[in-house]
């Protein structure tokens, strides 16, 4: 399987499982299929069914409510971060096909992001062995000569033999003969013991260490080497991001003029002013007329109807402003110049869902009210097509 | 017009940039703006003692980190300096070298070093303009930077197939033009043949508004060292590039205005009108050699280029059909790539004078236009609607326009 990043694609949806967050999928009911095109590639679909999750290898991308489709490469470096999502997606190195808004809110909600674990290379008792002989240091070995035998047990199970003598130490597998000391233990045991992450006294006091012959030797045979270090084990520079999250509650004063533009609402009435000098509609309404720079004090009532000069189809969900959560799309503000405006004075609000399919410029529409209006933005729900 | 008139000459002789990214987690702000700053030090061959003062900017509500400056100021050197914050939202950029050419041509400073940042990844960009809408009223149906109604009226004016045609030729336009740039965030190596799919299948944001249409969000620094007439004259490092002038318009503040059933008159227009007025040009297109323009995206881009040139019906789709806007066209607009390309939004709109300084002195690099570069225009944007533009000149033979 090849590697992107340090991961396959593979490797994503063998992890999918583990990184799924089943409360945060509770009322979501979705198939997404994900293709992964060239070298290290593949199809799967993930089945996300109220807190349940199935991800499965297939052969063709059926039903699915949404499919991912890119490079293996681009797959993993999006995943992974190392590519930026959005730029993979305008560069169409990444489509997406139904609905984008799955990879931006969904997905990150339910799971937790796939990362690659630094495949640490497992060491090996016979790795630290063979390097024994470099780490030799004779002068504290003089006159000595010894055979340590060690006989390593569990899977990585092997048998080798350190030989001092004569100022030299040769490392072989197998046991010597004539050993002065032997030392059985699982292999785990011996790595641990050189890396310093297993304590050899402990290990002996606990039984996992059994010497047999002379115990001094087995104590002594420290002193003729240099402390071994895993070349992979160096600590890599950390990058540390700090994550900040802050919410605000504010207070605006709404002044005079908007004031009654808001206890109008409350009236389920829009009520503009109109400028004394040239006779300009403002809604909301402005404290001044900017043009003729003079205090604008008449009230008007505009609307309630109007017509739609200009549209926006929102498919992009953006975060409501009031509360910070991902808007539902499509959604669509629309502008309306009011009955009774200016030509130039238009109004914006949000559409109604329904009519977003049939909105055009031209159409007429008109604001349906909450219930019990307080005097906010709230009190209209939206415009909707008048017919 | 009332007469308009500089107490001295001011002229551009230092310009740093970082690469502009989407990932900059490998620096902090101080370090991402000291690296803008030595370039544009090292681009001037001056050292920080030479600099009498500093105007900075940024948009705060983008970090959310009040006074960026004062942490910023062991990256800028401004300690024991005179210093100035600006920030006009996405004008912010020129607006710090409009007020550096004010201060050295006031003659309160010989040297003044102008920098604007940001970096978006730190926060969050639509949450951050968002917020920047009148909160008594616009707050709730606001859409952040997106809107697709560029793309609508120049679909009902042109036809769809044109109107789109044209939009994703300037899109694939741009890409070619970054992937010339080294510093500039997005290239994607886009080709003329893939413009017919990417117009149909790019996602859509808003209306026809598509992802590949759209401007990125960018991490990355500007740095620019301003100088008088009498110091810029004794320097043999680099050829001066001269201000000759500048001009800030905004509008009466209500987004729904733009669309009301007559159209007002666009601030790039009117500022556009004015400017060349009050320099004495009378055609823009034949005077300017290049313009940077800040192109936030595709369909407004196309829009705007009517405005900023004072063209009528569909000459500027006509001119980008012709290829005049290619980087070796008559017109050649954002050899950089511009905002499409790299949008760190506090250095966005210095970028762009910064480019056509560096067109000006023939030092941009892999794409730097072939022919000679004399006067150059250069534009930013804001918010809801506002303009910034400025014209560059390499000699400095401009003739005094008498407004009396």
Same mark, same amino acid.
Request: with cysteine; proline share 4%.
């Given at each position: !399987? ?21 409360? /945060? ?17 593949? !199809? ?28 293996? /490469?681009? &797959? ?24 984008? =808004? ?8 339910? &799971? ?19 390097? !024994? ?6 002068? =504290? ?24 003598k004569d100022g030299k130490c040769k490392v072989r597998e197998g046991f010597a003969e004539e050993l002065t000391v032997k030392l059985t233990m699982n292999a785990s045991v011996y790595t641990g013991m050189m890396t310093g992450t297993i304590d050899g ?60 533009? &808001?206890?109008?609402? =409350? ?27 003079? =205090? ?9 109807k109007g017509t739609v000069t200009n549209y926006d189809i929102v498919y992009f969900a953006s975060p409501d402003p009031l509360t910070g959560a991902v808007r539902d799309t499509p959604y669509a503000p629309i502008y309306i110049v009011l009955d009774g ?47 | ?11 551009? *002789? ?10 900059? $987690? ?62 006009? @939202? ?36 639509? @949450? ?6 009148? +909160? ?18 120049? *679909?009902?004016?042109?036809?769809? $197939? ?46 026809? #508004? ?64 004015? #400017?060349?007025?009050?320099? @004495?040009?009378?055609? +823009? ?10 192109? +936030?995206?595709?369909?407004?881009? #196309?829009?705007?280029?009517? $405005? ?44 762009? +004078? ?10 941009? @690099? ?29 000699? #400095? ?8």
């Amino acid at each position: !399987m090849t590697e992107y990043y340090g991961a396959t694609v593979v490797d994503i949806f063998d992890t999918m499982p583990k990184r799924f967050k089943p409360e /945060e999928a509770k009322d979501v009911d979705i198939l997404i299929g994900y293709e992964a095109t060239g070298e290290g590639g593949g !199809m799967w679909t993930a089945h996300i069914k109220h807190g349940t999750l199935t991800v499965s290898k297939v052969n063709e991308l059926k039903g699915c409510k949404t499919t991912i489709h890119a490079h293996a /490469e681009t &797959f993993l470096g999006v995943t992974l971060g190392k590519i930026t999502a959005i730029d993979a997606l305008t560069s169409q190195k990444l489509r997406v096909v139904g609905d984008i =808004r799955f990879l931006m809110t969904l997905l990150p909600k339910v &799971f937790v992001p796939f990362t690659v674990i630094p495949k640490k290379k497992v060491l090996k008792a016979r790795d630290i062995l063979v390097t !024994m002989e470099s780490l030799f240091r004779p002068e =504290r070995a003089e006159g000595v000569t010894m055979n340590v035998g060690y006989d390593l047990t569990g899977p990585d199970c092997c048998q080798w033999s350190l030989q001092i003598k004569d100022g030299k130490c040769k490392v072989r597998e197998g046991f010597a003969e004539e050993l002065t000391v032997k030392l059985t233990m699982n292999a785990s045991v011996y790595t641990g013991m050189m890396t310093g992450t297993i304590d050899g006294a402990s290990a002996f006091t606990s039984g996992q260490v059994k010497i047999e012959g002379d115990m001094m030797a087995a104590v002594a045979t420290a002193r003729y080497f240099h402390k071994y270090t895993d070349p992979d084990a160096k600590e890599a520079e950390e990058l540390i991001c700090l994550r900040v999250t802050n919410s605000i509650e504010q207070r605006f004063a709404s002044g005079p003029v908007m004031g009654k533009w &808001f206890a109008g609402l =409350r009236e389920k009435k829009f009520l503009g002013n109109k400028c004394p000098e040239c006779s300009r509609t403002q809604i909301p309404p402005r404290e001044i007329c900017a043009i003729c720079r003079i =205090r604008v004090n008449e009230f008007v009532e505009l609307g309630p109807k109007g017509t739609v000069t200009n549209y926006d189809i929102v498919y992009f969900a953006s975060p409501d402003p009031l509360t910070g959560a991902v808007r539902d799309t499509p959604y669509a503000p629309i502008y309306i110049v009011l009955d009774g405006s200016s030509e130039r004075e238009a109004f914006a609000f949000e559409l109604k869902k329904e009519d977003i399919s049939r909105i055009n410029v031209g159409a007429r529409v008109r604001p349906v009210w909450t219930e019990n209006p307080v005097g906010s933005f709230k009190d209209v729900l939206y415009f909707e097509l008048d017919q | 017009m009332k007469k308009h008139q500089k107490n001295r000459n001011v002229a551009i *002789i230092g310009i740093g940039q970082t690469i502009m990214s989407s990932h900059k $987690e490998d620096q902090n702000q101080v370090e991402m703006v000291q690296e803008a700053v030595i370039n544009a030090l090292q681009d001037a061959n001056l050292s920080i003692n030479d600099i009498d003062c500093i105007v900075h900017g940024n948009m705060e509500l983008f970090e959310m980190q009040f006074a960026p400056n004062l942490w910023h100021s062991l990256g800028t050197g401004s300690r024991g300096k005179d210093e100035y914050r600006i920030t006009t @939202g996405g004008t912010t950029g020129m607006t710090l070298v409009c007020a550096a050419d004010n201060l050295v041509a006031s003659g309160l400073y010989d040297t003044v070093l102008a920098i604007g940042m940001e970096k978006l990844q730190e926060g969050n960009t639509t @949450g951050g303009i968002t917020n920047m809408a009148d +909160p008594l009223w616009f707050r709730n149906i606001q859409t952040g930077a997106l809107t697709g109604t560029a793309a609508t009226e120049m *679909i009902n004016e042109f036809g769809e $197939e044109r109107a789109k045609r044209a939009a994703i030729k300037y899109r694939i336009m741009m890409d070619k033009h970054a992937v010339l740039n080294p510093r500039a965030h997005r290239r994607f190596g886009l080709e003329y043949e893939q413009a017919e799919e990417l117009a149909a299948t790019s996602p859509q944001l808003v209306g026809e #508004l598509r992802l590949i249409h759209m401007c990125s969000q960018s991490d990355g620094a500007c740095a620019m060292i301003l100088t008088s007439e009498e110091k810029a004259k004794k320097r043999t490092h680099k050829p001066p590039v001269w201000i000759r002038d500048h001009m800030q318009t905004h509008r009466e503040e209500t987004i729904p205005n733009l669309f009301g059933h007559v159209k007002p008159e666009l601030t790039h227009h009117y500022c556009a009108r004015k #400017l060349y007025e009050r320099n @004495g040009i009378t055609n +823009p297109v034949e005077y300017f050699d290049v313009f940077e323009m800040y192109d +936030p995206s595709a369909w407004w881009a #196309l829009e705007w280029l009517r $405005e900023f040139f004072l063209l009528k019906g569909d000459e500027h789709i006509n001119m980008l059909e012709r290829g005049d806007f290619d980087l070796d066209g008559k017109i050649p607009i954002n050899p950089s790539g511009g905002v499409i390309a790299s949008n760190p939004i506090g250095a966005t709109a210095m970028l762009r +004078p910064a480019e056509a300084a560096l067109q000006i002195r023939g030092d941009a @690099g892999a794409h730097q236009i072939k022919k000679e570069v004399k006067h150059a225009l250069a534009s930013g944007f804001g918010g809801t609607y506002w303009t910034t533009l400025m014209i560059l000149e390499k000699d #400095l033979n401009w003739q005094e326009v008498d407004n009396d």
